[in-house]
């Protein structure tokens, strides 16, 4: 059975670029080894990650991040079991907030900052939809 998991979490102040990257590298590493691919969107302090694959492997990976101390207040937006796959070739594409990209974070915004606890399921699934769709977007590391 192939789901897709998409949830928010906050980052403890501590947390720095470069465990980001360290992160984003090990997710790499096991996703691919655990047949789990998706998207990290980092912005504002806040994670906003997609993950999808079978779903013992997605639940045990969640529940494996979920208590992992670098972020906090994980909350689970939407879980649904899909037919196929949006992130084909990324076992975790990363995308940053940056000047350019600022529009699409706009446009998933209620206020003047993107913010995923407030948005709804289906929201932050059109989001991920639009970023796989504008795959440049997506990069393998954190700059
Ligand atoms: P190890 O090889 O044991 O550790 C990898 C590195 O991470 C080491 O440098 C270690 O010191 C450091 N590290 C591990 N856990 C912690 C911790 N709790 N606090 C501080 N440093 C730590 N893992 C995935 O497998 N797939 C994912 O998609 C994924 N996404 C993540 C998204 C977010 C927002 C966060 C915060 C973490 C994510 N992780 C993901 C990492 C996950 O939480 C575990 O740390 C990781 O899966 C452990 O794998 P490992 O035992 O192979 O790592």
């Known amino acids: 059975m192939l789901i897709r998991l998409i949830y ?3 980052v ?22 655990n047949g789990i691919t998706g998207g990290l969107v980092f912005t504002g ?7 999808e694959g079978h779903r013992s ?10 208590a992992d101390s ?3 207040d994980p909350a689970i937006l939407s879980w649904e079991e899909v037919d ?4 084909t070739t ?3 594409g990363y995308l940053g907030y940056t000047g350019e990209n600022s529009s699409l974070f706009l446009k998933y915004a209620a206020g003047k900052d993107f913010d995923p606890y ?14 796989v769709a504008n795959a440049k977007m997506l990069k393998q590391n954190v700059d």
């Open 8 to 10: 928010c979490s906050r």
């Open 12 to 33: 403890r102040p501590s947390v720095s670029t470069l465990d980001v990257r360290s992160i984003l590298s090990v997710s790499q590493r096991n996703n691919a080894h």
């Open 45 to 51: 302090g806040i994670f906003l990650q997609c993950l």
């Open 57 to 66: 492997a997605v639940n045990e990976t969640y529940h494996r991040i979920a």
């Open 70 to 72: 670098r972020h906090f």
């Open 84 to 87: 196929s796959r949006q992130f």
């Open 90 to 92: 990324w076992t975790m």
């Open 118 to 131: 407030a948005c709804r399921a289906t929201a932050v699934r059109e989001m991920f939809a639009e970023v």
